[in-house]
């Protein structure tokens, strides 16, 4: 499960939406704060043989003193967006810790079916072998020859099925983890369930990051129509400004 987390190129995206849904915040945030601007300027004019020259500094500071609440609203609007990214990166987690283990049960089961095909190929091929030594001292048919060749002609096939989707499990393991199975450990203990299936549909409607990011998006879309409203109102803004002329 550790190397599902590190590996996975889907986390990575996931975090890199939930970074740009924080600097979307940030830049709300912002909005509230003041803006300052310095401008420097120099002209210089020749009239008639005249040359004069004239240069100026200033600094102006801007700051929105009034607006009805749209900038607040952005920021909650923003902080919903960070909050609903953050669930849909805890169900991306999930997701992907449930596909590990999914790999790590379904190479353990491949492996043990390999190994219980390989044993009906051994047994079944005793069988074989034992028919074929009836057959030439005349205590049984080339029928029942051949039904024990059927036998182990099918337990080699499914013996060959079985090794094919182990290989199936190993590549898929690989995937989930980025590198290829080794000696896997034995199964860990369950977990402790609810008591009942009510007790786990609470926990789920309570805790399931999909209904989270819903509920979060619920909430942006609420303050959304908010801030449309409040955009039909004016804003009162103020300016000051420092000019230095030479």
Not at 175 to 192: E, I, Q
């Amino acid at each position: 499960m550790v190397d599902a987390y590190r590996h996975s190129a889907l986390l990575d995206q996931n975090r890199a939406v939930l970074r740009a849904a924080d600097e979307d915040a940030a830049a709300a945030i912002a909005a509230l704060r003041p803006v300052l601007q310095w401008v420097a300027q120099y002209t210089y004019q020749n009239v008639e043989g005249f040359d004069g020259n004239s240069s100026s500094i200033g600094l102006q500071a801007s700051m929105t003193l009034y607006d009805w609440g749209r900038n607040a609203i952005a920021i909650d609007i923003a902080k919903e967006s960070v909050l609903g990214t953050r669930a849909a990166l805890v169900g991306v987690e999930q997701d992907v810790l449930l596909g590990a283990v999914q790999a790590y049960l379904n190479v353990r089961s491949a492996s043990e079916q390999v190994e219980l095909q390989g044993n009906s190929v051994r047994v079944i091929g005793q069988e074989q072998q034992a028919a074929t030594d009836r057959f030439e001292v005349g205590e049984i048919t080339q029928t029942d020859v051949s039904q024990a060749d059927a036998a182990l002609a099918a337990a080699r096939a499914d013996l060959a099925s079985a090794e094919g989707d182990l290989q199936i499990a190993r590549e898929n393991y690989r995937a989930a983890t980025g590198k290829m199975p080794g000696k896997l450990a034995a199964l860990p203990p369950s977990p402790k369930l609810p008591g009942t299936l009510d007790t786990a549909r609470d926990i789920g409607r309570r805790s399931h990051p999909l209904i989270r990011q819903a509920q979060r998006q619920a909430a942006a879309a609420e303050l959304g129509v908010a801030a449309a409203e409040a955009e039909r109102n004016p804003e009162l803004t103020g300016t000051a400004s420092l000019v230095q002329q030479h």
